[in-house]
């Protein structure tokens, strides 16, 4: 994989909303099982969701449950992450990952996403 860019991030009023892109280059987008994870500070980082290539599978980790919606673009290369009704706890370091292994989309481990991305910033403000 080539490489794979956040952006999106930004700061934001408790309540409002974000959505968070990943972009990729350098193998076939389709292919790639994919997340998004997270990590706030003074934590380890953790699922927000995960997708399978053709995004019929999500998981959503317990926090994004009912607020974030995770989707891909496999023709523009994408991944999204659309977060609304954002809460102070919501800020952190937000990441895309990307891997070939089948069950990682299932299982949604940062430790199992052998690529990465370098992160976008999300500050929620009250």
């Known amino acids: 994989l080539e490489y794979m860019k956040e952006s999106g991030g930004g700061t934001v009023q408790v309540g409002g909303s974000l959505r968070l892109s990943c972009a990729g280059s350098?193998?076939?987008?389709?292919?790639?099982?994919m997340g998004w994870f997270r990590q706030l500070p003074g934590n380890e980082r953790e699922a927000v969701g995960c997708?399978?290539?053709?995004?019929?599978?999500?998981i959503l980790g317990d926090s994004a449950k009912g607020r974030f919606t995770i989707s891909r673009d496999n023709v523009g290369n994408t991944l999204y992450l659309q977060m609304n009704n954002l809460k102070l706890e919501d800020t952190g370091m937000y990441f895309c990952?990307?891997?070939?292994?089948?069950?990682?989309?299932?299982?949604?481990?940062?430790?199992?996403?052998?690529?990465w991305g370098q992160g976008t910033q999300v500050t929620v403000s009250s």
């Open positions: 990952a990307a891997g070939l292994d089948s069950a990682i989309s299932k299982t949604c481990r940062a430790d199992n996403f052998p690529w």
């Open positions: 350098g193998f076939t987008f389709s292919g790639l099982h």
């Open positions: 997708i399978d290539p053709r995004g019929g599978d999500k």
